[in-house]
């Protein structure tokens, strides 16, 4: 007998119940199928499902760059102005020479409108 032969000996003698169970199988497997290829020819749903992952990203890099902007403005801003306040008061000179150049440019730049 042949391989073929053998099959179909064996398909013949399946019982109708089976039968039935193999299609009501293929038929599930065939919706699942024709689901997945709907939901990947979707192109709307894909678009906006990409767009809220990108605002989800954005927004967690943003908390991350600020949570790090506010630990560490404090201390440095806090200490850099305390800084500049004293060196200004022990030596007013370069800041008032580096404030009269300042205000010489504002003025050469406003009059030459």
């Not at 806090?78 to 020479?97: D, E, I």
């Amino acid at each position: 007998m042949t391989e073929q032969e053998e099959r179909s000996t064996q398909q013949e003698q399946r019982s109708p119940e089976a039968i039935q169970e193999d299609i009501e199988q293929t038929r599930e497997n065939l919706g699942d199928t024709a689901a997945e290829l709907a939901q990947k020819a979707d192109v709307k749903a894909q678009a906006k499902a990409k767009v809220d992952s990108a605002k989800h990203s954005a927004q967690e890099k943003k908390d991350e760059i600020f949570g790090k902007a506010k630990a560490a403005a404090p201390d440095s801003v806090g200490s850099g102005a305390q800084s500049v306040a004293s060196t200004a008061q022990q030596n007013p000179l370069p800041f008032a020479v580096g404030a009269a150049f300042l205000v010489g440019v504002v003025v050469g730049r406003t009059l030459r409108r």
